[in-house]
């Protein structure tokens, strides 16, 4: 029979093998389980019982661990190692929040509620080991961010940039590693006010309207910062604003296409690098990483001050700035499921803060919403409220701004920006002695913010300044600016870098300038402009940048008006960047032109003696210029001001004669593949190549134009240049049939330029053609050949054979008919052109074309003709020798006074030389030989190094031959051997056209005279 077993014993069994089971364990009827006292009987049976069974167990006890059998042991201990090791595991993939990451997330707790100096107990540690939190990889970076903006608000100024540069890139750091820190407002702020700080205004002013448009605890400090770097976009030191011009009330209420027409307008003026600027403006640019706003994603703003599209400021909308927007501001989880609320509210473009003030506008509506809707800290509504009469001021509502100052007085806990405001009010007023006796206090002793300081160093400037400019008494007004400028010295040693030093440096600038110290006031205008880093981020309360832009064009420009070219070249060539590339080589080229001009001019206004050593400074001023003008198609090569720019500087080039580099800049405007005036620059690199010497390749240009462009104007002036080519290559035939064309075009009249010179230029070619032909007939008279019509003689513009052009001679007739015309074309140039700079040319050749008609008759008397036909003749010889005589002496008369007062250019200097000769032969001629000796005489005591004077002594000899003096005869040509002997004639004039013998048959010729008895 089975034995009940109790306690552990019940749940096994041991077989006969020493196997353990196990039992089911038995469920006892109740009452079974009855006291133990009322068995008790039973349980000394059962004492007995396991006792014996004790004995048993004992026995088999060898084979359990713990009381336990082995197998089962072993399967515990595997289940607890397994459970070990499933903890270790979890603990290892699920770790728990670290000690580090606790100490992080308390610092960044102390950092936004204030209490830098318990966070930085924190994170100095953590700093040091460069702890990582991988469950918040941007905190530690946000951390030291805001840690770094706290440190460079108490830092001293110098070490205040470099530390928000480091607090920027901690930031930046931060939102990289964690995209949606940028949503916190903390973030938001240190972000926001450290890029104003370091001057980025144009990627904080996103970030001041977004915190200035959302409540949170940064909003007060938002919206003053907005105000005042919004105030910093316009000048506060106009008289008075200027009305806002329709268009940009057009623009203003039509955001995109004010954009737009920026945009455009820029690129129609003069920026070729319109692309390249609207990637360098963007908030990204520069150095400023990615750290983008929301309201990047919408549409950027207009210019903010340049006037060309460089800069954006957004302004938030009336409605938005009202402070009811729906938005958060982080971005796209924002608005409570408005789907509008998802872009960041955008401000209206702000087209020219200059011209009109709609953004400052809007700045009003944020504090009255401000300072109505909120229970403000005294100090926060003591900054709003003298923020607000600030920017009431700069508009010029003067009554609102006093009304603003009332509260402020009532509330205020900054005394001394209550002082700067309550100046500003009284210099509003003109009152500057009340103004000066708030601001004297502040610029004694230690004050709690330096900036007020500064501000009232530069208000008592500008109040003693604004009074010198009223005072009528010289000596107070000057003592007034002096002292002005003392308090402007102060400013600029102990605030170096401030927004008041720098417009500080501009009045200093002004003033030293409009006193004539150019040196130094060019020196300051430099140091101003070097403030600048980037344009994009200039922002200055008291002088915008088109303000600062305005007063040094004008320094410029009045500058070059008062002819200080060297200043105005030195200060246009500091401007960038606050001037582009383009505008400032706009600048020196415009500059360079004006210097020549002028130089130019002053050179023509001089005496032609004085002349010759001033060409070539006046040509390297020129040289200046068309370098100025190259640099400037330079920098605009993608523009459509590109080929001016070409042009300009070629012209420039042939002003200083370098027709090299004049041909340079012609190629390349032909390059640009002009259309309008493709017929005139073939026309000036044809007459380009005529100045090189380059006649072959010039005339097949001259011809082309002909023929392709027949209709166009440029198309007679390669009529002119294609004469003046055949002429100088000797070709009088074809140079006088282009002539003739010219004049006889029915789409020309007299009063064209071009019609003008054909009428000379022909008149003159005939002259010499018939002289050629003159000469040719003389030579074969002399070899007793009488000139047939159908001979043929060669001719040229000098007294040189030129081959290749043959004129048909028909004798003495034909050549006189040739030298008729010629008088007739000479004659009527000087009665439709009397004041033409070449009337004296045109007279000159007029008496030569008559002189050579009379020589003509001469010849023609000495052939057997009737006794009527020789009266007649003669007649007519004496006419035109007294013709020629008169225009003669007339022309020498006329250049003898010239040159007495203003001088002889080169040109009328030679006419002038040949006419004192050309009167002596005349006299010769008509046999006035004391007349004539004298005029001689005259001659070579003026040109005694002339080779005429061989020829002057000739005629003289002949003359006192003449007159029965043979040995004042002899001694005329003895003179003449002298100068040859003694070489006071130098050799070079005899390589010119003065003489048509050399020096060794002058002296052949002299000596055989004299052995023939003269």
């Known amino acids: 029979m089975a034995t009940r077993r109790t306690g552990i014993d019940s749940l096994f069994e041991v077989d006969d093998k020493n196997r353990c089971k196990f039992l089911r364990p038995a469920i006892l009827p109740d009452h079974e389980t009855a006291p133990m006292a009322t068995h008790s009987s039973t349980a000394d049976a059962h004492g007995q019982h396991g006792k014996k069974e004790g004995h048993e167990q004992s026995a088999k006890s060898a084979g359990k661990i713990l009381g336990l059998p082995k197998r089962l042991a072993i399967l515990g201990a595997g289940l607890s190692g397994g459970i070990l090791l499933l903890a270790l595991v979890c603990w290892w993939l699920f770790p728990g929040e670290s000690t580090e990451a606790i100490h992080l997330a308390n610092a960044v707790k102390l950092l936004e509620e204030g209490h830098f100096e318990e966070a930085t107990e924190l994170l100095q540690p953590l700093i040091e080991s460069q702890f990582l939190d991988a469950e918040a990889p941007g905190r530690m970076a946000y951390a030291q961010g805001l840690l770094g903006y706290q440190e460079a608000r108490n830092s001293e100024k110098e070490m205040e940039l470099p530390r928000l540069a480091s607090a920027i890139a901690f930031l930046r750091d931060a939102q990289s590693r964690e ?279 530069y208000l008592l400037a500008r109040c003693a300044l604004e009074q010198s400019s009223v005072e009528t008494a010289l000596n107070e007004q000057l003592a007034l600016r002096g002292q002005g400028m003392k308090r402007l010295r102060d400013l600029l040693v102990r605030f170096v870098g401030t927004e008041e030093a720098v417009v500080g440096m501009i009045d200093m600038a002004d003033i030293h300038r409009l006193e004539g110290n150019t040196e130094r006031a060019i020196e300051l205008y430099i140091g101003a402009v070097r403030t600048i880093v980037r344009l994009e981020d200039y922002h200055n309360r008291w002088l915008s940048q088109t303000a600062f832009r305005d007063r040094l064009r004008n320094a410029w420009k009045l500058w070059v008006e008062n002819g200080k070219y060297a200043e105005a070249l030195a200060l246009a060539e500091s401007l960038p960047p606050l001037f582009d590339r383009v505008e400032t080589a706009e600048l020196v080229a415009n500059t360079t032109r004006a210097w020549a001009m002028t130089q130019q001019e002053e050179y023509d206004q001089l005496p032609e003696s004085l002349k010759p050593p001033k060409l070539a400074q006046v040509r390297s001023r020129w040289k200046a210029s068309a370098r100025a003008w190259y640099q400037l198609a330079q920098t605009r090569k993608m523009n459509f001001r590109y080929p001016e720019d070409l042009w300009e500087s070629s012209s420039d080039s042939i002003a200083a004669a370098d027709y090299k580099s004049a041909l340079e800049r012609v190629d390349e405007y032909l390059a640009t593949l002009p259309r309008e005036m493709l017929a005139t620059a073939l026309v000036r690199k044809a007459g380009l190549m005529m100045d090189l010497d380059r006649l072959d390749e010039a005339i097949p240009i001259l011809e082309s134009v002909q023929q392709k462009f027949p209709s166009d104007p440029s198309s007679y002036k390669a009529q002119v240049r294609l004469a003046k080519a055949f002429t100088e290559k000797g070709d009088l035939f074809r140079a006088e049939t282009q002539w003739r064309t010219i004049l006889a075009s029915e789409t020309l009249t007299p009063e064209a330029a071009e019609w003008n010179e054909a009428l000379l230029r022909l008149g003159c070619l005939l002259v010499d053609r018939g002289i050629l032909l003159r000469q040719d007939a003389d030579k074969k008279g002399a070899k007793g050949n009488s000139p047939t019509p159908a001979q043929t003689v060669s001719v040229s513009s000098n007294t040189s054979d030129l081959p290749g052009t043959y004129i048909p001679d028909a004798g003495i007739d034909s050549i006189r008919a040739v030298q008729i015309e010629a008088s007739s074309r000479l004659t009527e140039f000087l009665a439709r052109y009397p004041n033409d700079p070449s009337e004296v040319q045109a007279m000159y050749q007029l008496a030569r074309s008559q002189r050579e008609q009379a020589r003509l008759i001469r010849n023609a008397l000495k052939s057997p003709l009737a006794e009527a036909v020789k009266l007649r003749l003669a007649e007519q010889q004496k006419i035109l020798d007294e013709q020629s005589l008169d225009n003669l002496v007339k ?117 055989k005279i004299s052995q023939l008895g003269h």
């Open 179 to 457: 995209p949606e820190i940028r949503k916190n407002p903390t973030w938001q702020n240190a972000m926001a006010q450290s890029l104003y700080r370091t001057g980025a205004i144009e990627e904080a002013r996103p970030w001041l309207v977004q915190l200035s448009t959302i409540e949170n605890a940064f909003q007060p400090q938002a919206v003053d910062t907005l105000c005042a770097l919004d105030l910093s976009l316009v000048d506060i030191n106009r008289v008075a604003p200027p009305a806002p011009s329709p268009t940009a009330e057009a623009h203003a209420s039509q955001p995109h296409a004010a954009d737009a027409h920026s945009q455009e307008t820029h690129a129609d003026t003069h920026d070729p690098h319109a692309s390249e600027k609207s990637h360098s403006h963007e908030p990204a640019a520069a150095g400023h990483g990615n750290a983008h706003p929301p309201a990047a994603k919408t549409k950027p703003a207009a210019d903010h001050g340049t006037g060309h599209g460089t800069g954006h400021s957004e302004k938030q909308s009336s409605k938005e700035s009202e402070g009811h927007g729906h938005s958060t501001g982080h971005g796209d989880n924002a608005g409570h499921g408005d789907d509008a609320a998802e872009a960041e509210p955008e401000e209206p473009p702000f087209i020219d803060p200059y011209a009109s003030l709609p953004m400052l506008e809007g700045d009003l509506k944020r504090l009255a919403h401000l300072l109505e809707g909120q229970k403000l800290s005294p100090e926060d509504r003591t900054m709003l409220l003298l923020r607000r009469a600030d920017v009431l001021l700069a508009l010029e509502r003067t009554l609102e701004a006093e009304a603003a100052m009332q509260l402020a007085r009532n509330s205020s806990t900054d005394p001394d920006g209550l002082a700067i405001q309550e100046a500003r009010l009284a210099m509003a007023k003109r009152k500057f002695a009340e103004a000066e006796k708030h601001l004297l206090p502040l610029t004694e002793g230690k004050r709690p913010n330096l900036r007020h300081v500064s501000t009232a160093l």
């Open 891 to 1007: 022309l020498r008369d006329t250049l003898n006074k010239q040159a007495n007062q203003t001088g002889l250019n080169t040109l009328h200097e030679a006419i002038l030389a040949n006419t004192a000769f050309d009167v002596g032969h005349q006299l010769f001629e008509l046999r006035r030989d004391k007349d004539a000796i004298m005029a001689y005489n005259t001659a070579i005591n003026r040109y005694r190094n002339n080779p005429q004077v061989l020829s002057a002594f000739l005629q003289m000899a002949e003359a006192y031959r003449r007159m029965g003096k043979p040995a004042e005869a002899r001694s005329m040509l003895e003179q003449g051997r002298v100068i040859l002997r003694q070489k006071q004639i130098p050799d070079s004039a005899f390589d010119n056209l003065g003489s048509s013998l050399t020096r060794e048959e002058w002296e052949l010729w002299l000596e």
